[in-house]
């Protein structure tokens, strides 16, 4: 079957790569050494845990199969929603008072982290928190997005509706009939910013080794040994931060999530007038539907948009077809010629959500990326590289939960394609119900 893994070994063709520097062309593991922490995985909660830990005076090795920021955290739309894929008061109910306020108070908190971080280690990557937009489709999602507003107004956050005229002049499309506009969010570019954090932790003391898959993992009297194909760590801790990569290192943990692989899609660069009327305020924007649009426009004028998931490798939509989608929200786009396509894998499970496990003294995972993990995954690598300092498991910001198996995972591909499109058809059947709402209030 197919695995995440199997995707080329080089890096994406993604706008990022012309403004994130050079690669870091770390060393292999070759090596049997010792240390207090070991870390499987490069991406950005693996190089948060290494940085954190590292400067809390910990001896940390990180090993990653391919290079720093290869998976999830080079390939996402580097938009920055301050929020968790489930809305606050569904957060509570799920977690219970005291999680859930520590699951809210980590997305509320993460843009002043990543811009402290960014500034204490002078990562250039672009970050820039000048909010973050949401059009609601329909007008009952005005509602469910007045709620959230709502609630975080409530406690002193800077978010605000936007009326249908305010929402387009922001956005530059008619498509929505208003939508919300959070202050605390916004961009970056997040392969600058994983290879930022490596950089930070390398600084900080960590040792981090690219091509060095973690093939093995035992434990040893009162340690664990993590071994690559030309070296070994041992240590009392390892965390494992591979995600939608999962391979079967632990057992149990590659089917705990479904790798969903979704694709990105950018133009070449916009005209002058284009980019003047398409995200002028250069928020990134997304959406209610169910298959959302995710739209941001960068420096370089070039649009970034998100296609939605397809299961099949190499599989991907037509410039055109992606034009087509496009063109729903930005009628006249015209002919922008061509178009480059990147794909990158989310882990789904059935929470929906991050989850933290802890399967034996010393032996942590997080994972969980759907789609918020710029910020989450620095803040769930920072959090665990507490228990390096002294912190207990019940300080943490998610509970621990046994690895649990996604039922029927081996269907997984038939499945998400099932979903993709019954979504799809659900959006398509909304979009038409309220057309003629859009026509009487034009
Ligand atoms: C297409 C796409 C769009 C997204 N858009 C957004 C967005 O706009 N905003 C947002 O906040 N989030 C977004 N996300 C989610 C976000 O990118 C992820 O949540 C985040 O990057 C996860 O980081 P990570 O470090 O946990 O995992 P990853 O970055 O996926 O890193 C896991 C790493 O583990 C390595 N690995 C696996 N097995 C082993 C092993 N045995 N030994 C050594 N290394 C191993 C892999 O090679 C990989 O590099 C998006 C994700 C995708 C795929």
Redesign the pocket.
Known sequence: MYSP?DDSKADADTPYVAYAGKPLDLPRLQDDTRADLVI????????SAALHAAEAGAKVVL????TI?????????????PATKHEPDEIIRRYGRVYGERILNTSDTAPQVLADLTKKHNIDCNLRLGGHLTGAHMPERMEFLEKRVDYWRKRGRPLEMLDRDQFAKMTGTEFYFGGALDHRGGSIN?LAY?RGLACAAIKAGAQLFEH????RLEREGSEWCVT?PAGSVRAKNVFL???????D?WPGLRTSVVPVR???FYTKPLSSNLRQSILPGRQ?MIDTHRVMH?VRVHDDGRLHY?IGARMRPGSAPTPEKAMMRLRELYPNLGDLDGGTWW????AFNEANSWKMHNPEPGLYA??G?????????TMY?RDLARLLSGARNDDLCLPLTAIKHVPFHSFSVAGVSAVRKWYRMQDDREDRRVQHLKKATS
Do not use: K
């Open positions: 893994a499987v995985g490069g991406g950005i909660a693996g190089c090993v990653e199969a391919m920021g290869w998976g999830a955290s080079s390939r996402n739309s580097g938009h920055l929603p997040p994983v060095s898959r973690a093939i690559t931060f591979t995600n939608a990569y999962t391979d290192l979704v694709l990105q990134p995710a998100s794909a990158g894998w989310m997080a994972l990326c759907n789609g918020r993990g710029v910020m989450l995954a690598g």
